[in-house]
């Protein structure tokens, strides 16, 4: 299946998870879109000064692939500069918290894949 960009359906959320601002996310593919069990297929746009607050990981897994700028990243009380290329890998209970604190959004793909 391909999805182009300009298919893609898109929401803001304001305050995610307890977060400053607000979140863009543009769904690549709906949960029901995907065969394997999975809560979110999605690319986050995180303005400056906005971020996704803490949040845990019960019975899942979150991979983010940073995409674009830079950001904060707390995971389980230790905070991590990441940028472009880095990847997060959240789950087993962990929480995790980021923010771009930078002057360009910060862009993330993000995938919430679901235990069993």
Known sequence: MIRKAAEMSSE???????????VTVRHIFKPDEIHAKNRLCARLIIP??????LHRHDQEDELY???????LLDEDGQTTRVAAGDAVLTGRGA???I???GCEPL??????????
């Open 12 to 22: 803001v959320r304001e305050n995610m998870r307890g977060g400053p601002g607000a």
């Open 65 to 71: 692939v940073v995409i674009g700028g830079t950001g």
């Open 48 to 53: 400056p000064g906005a971020g996704i607050g």
């Open 99 to 101: 923010r771009n604190d």
């Open 107 to 116: 862009e993330i793909l993000a995938v919430i894949m679901c235990y069993g």
């Open 95 to 97: 929480s995790h918290a």
